[in-house]
């Protein structure tokens, strides 16, 4: 298996633009978590998806976020407006539910830069 | 709610010595898994080990192993050996499952290893 991939791994955008990550999770993984790591606030949970459903968006920032997981192979992540403060490496996750219940595998990261 | 805290921003350790990377937690769970990633320059994010709550005793993966200490709520994370390339930011998670089952992550320690 490849692992988790995003795309694209560095984004350079505007401020006003709107902006779409993608992920691609593990096959078979239940579980899709959206990440965000900034070096103020650290590694924050945005949301998280329980075979395919979005079960937990309290870490999303505000109504400019929104994430979808139309099927267990993709997710994206949108920003609509985009800001500066939005700068940061966002990273997404997936792992297997029970009984396997492994650990969290991330993809290599999305570096966003708004300016 | 669930806390993991980091209280070393950053250490050094001499090349081939052994080093401990704090992380106490706070959670009312019974039931939690405690988990050590670290994460190179590079960005990526690399799992290690894992602990659950109910495992007796103390997990081992090769160079790697946490002291859990459950009554001090604490996963301290040993490296033996130290090599260059152990040099990376070092993040604790835990995980409950009555609690959304997602990662909360501390604040992260940066390691770095002298020659």
């Known amino acids: 298996d490849a692992g988790v991939i995003q795309s694209p791994r560095h984004e350079v955008t505007e401020m006003g633009q709107e902006v779409t990550l993608r992920c691609k999770p593990i096959?078979?993984?239940?579980?899709l978590f959206w990440y965000r790591q900034t070096m103020m606030r650290g590694l924050e949970l945005l949301i998280y998806f329980n075979n395919n459903v979005p079960i937990d968006d309290s870490g999303m920032p505000e109504d400019r976020f929104s994430a979808k997981m139309p099927n267990a192979s993709f997710s994206t992540l949108k920003i609509q407006p985009s800001e500066p403060r939005d700068s940061a490496v966002y990273f997404c996750?997936?792992?297997?539910?029970?009984?396997?219940?492994?650990?969290?595998?991330f993809g290599q990261g999305t570096r966003l830069t708004v300016v | 709610a669930q806390k993991i805290t980091q209280t070393q921003p950053g250490m050094f350790v001499q090349e081939k010595e052994a080093v401990t990377l704090d992380c106490t937690y706070d959670?009312?769970?019974?039931?939690?898994?405690l988990f050590w990633y670290k994460q190179p320059s590079s960005g990526e994010m690399i799992f290690l080990i894992y602990?659950?709550?109910?495992?007796?005793q103390n997990a081992t993966e090769g160079r790697y192993s946490l002291n859990f200490q459950k009554a001090r709520k604490s996963a301290n994370l040993v490296i033996s050996a130290s090599q260059l390339g152990d040099s990376a930011m070092y993040f604790c998670a835990m995980r409950c499952p009555n609690a959304g089952n997602m990662l909360t992550f501390g604040g992260g320690t940066r390691l770095m290893v002298k020659p």
């Open positions: 996750a997936s792992r297997s539910g029970p009984p396997q219940d492994t650990e969290a595998f």
């Open positions: 602990q659950g709550s109910y495992d007796e």
């Open positions: 959670t009312s769970d019974q039931s939690y898994g």
């Open positions: 096959s078979g993984h239940d579980y």
